[in-house]
């Protein structure tokens, strides 16, 4: 169970990184349509070569939560999560990544009538005071891309808690692999109509082998066997429990960028991620 939650966080603190350099030749929305065709069809070989072996009919009252998944997953969290790679650092959206379980309790508590403790709204107040601290290392600059980054960030890391808590359900009753291909297919129809309209194109030409090779690892590696992993943990633990490793990426990425790019780590960042590790440790123990 453990090494499955220590593998996941691994592929997901890469997965920063990755996709932090990738989003400097290749725009984000061009990346994101790669990404998930990719996936889909990692997906539909597995099934296939398994002989259709885990494939189950799906119960018509699921149908909604199903596109509800399918939109949060790929034209919501993804989108944002890759948009925020362009703007600011692998760290700093880690670090947003790492409230993910503050924001699945605010979920569980406003929505689903979770009860409270005095620990969970003191830890939420301290996680949310260190990304405060994180976000006023930019001076607060409204106009600053870094800012506007960071912002994007946040938000990506509110989808993901959603898509973590409406996901319990259906990957109790349809499994792990299942679930998460349903809802990548889904979102990946879903975003076909919505990169026809932007004004990114596709460009063969600007891909290297190294795009190529990065596109593969968000695709096959991060959104196949992480998002596959991440849902099969939360079939066997409480959200709110499983979410709290996601403090583990913000330490696993600084101290790969700066093992890697020899990235200096601020103050500010060292500060607020000590804050939101405690605030969010405060959280699950209430």
């Keep these: 169970m453990y090494f499955v939650i220590a593998l996941g966080q691994l592929i997901a603190s890469g997965t920063h990184l990755i996709a932090k350099t990738l989003t400097q030749n290749i725009e984000p929305p061009v990346v994101l349509l790669f990404r998930v065709m990719i996936v889909c069809i990692v997906f539909a070989l597995y099934f296939l070569f398994r002989g259709g072996k885990g494939i189950k009919k ?40 790492s409230l993910t379980p503050a924001f699945v309790f605010i979920i569980a508590f406003f929505f689903m009538k979770e009860r409270t403790s005095y620990k969970k709204i003191i830890g939420i107040i301290l996680a949310i005071a260190g990304t405060i601290i994180v976000l006023a290392e930019r001076k607060f600059d409204f106009n600053s891309d870094s800012f506007f980054g960071d912002i994007l960030a946040l938000m990506a890391a509110m989808s993901w808690a959603v898509y973590t808590v409406l996901g319990k359900k259906i990957t109790m009753k349809y499994g792990a692999i299942y679930s998460t291909f349903v809802s990548m297919f889904i979102g990946f129809i879903m975003y076909l109509p919505i990169f026809a309209l932007l004004p990114e194109k596709i460009e063969l030409e600007k891909f290297t082998t190294v795009n190529w090779l990065q596109i593969f690892y968000l695709g096959a590696i991060t959104s196949g066997v992480g998002y596959a992993t991440w849902y099969w943990v939360l079939g066997k633990m409480d959200a709110s429990k499983v979410s709290v490793f996601n403090n583990f990426q913000p330490i696993l990425t600084a101290l790969m960028t700066f093992l890697l790019f020899g990235d200096v780590v601020s103050m500010y960042f060292v500060v607020g991620g000590i804050l939101v590790l405690a605030g969010v440790y405060l959280t699950q123990r209430g």
């Design 58 to 97: 799906i119960d018509k009252e699921d149908y909604p939560l199903f596109l509800i998944l399918g939109f949060v997953n790929i034209p919501v969290n993804q989108f944002l999560f890759l948009q925020s790679m362009e703007y600011t650092s692998a760290p700093n959206v880690s670090l947003a990544y």
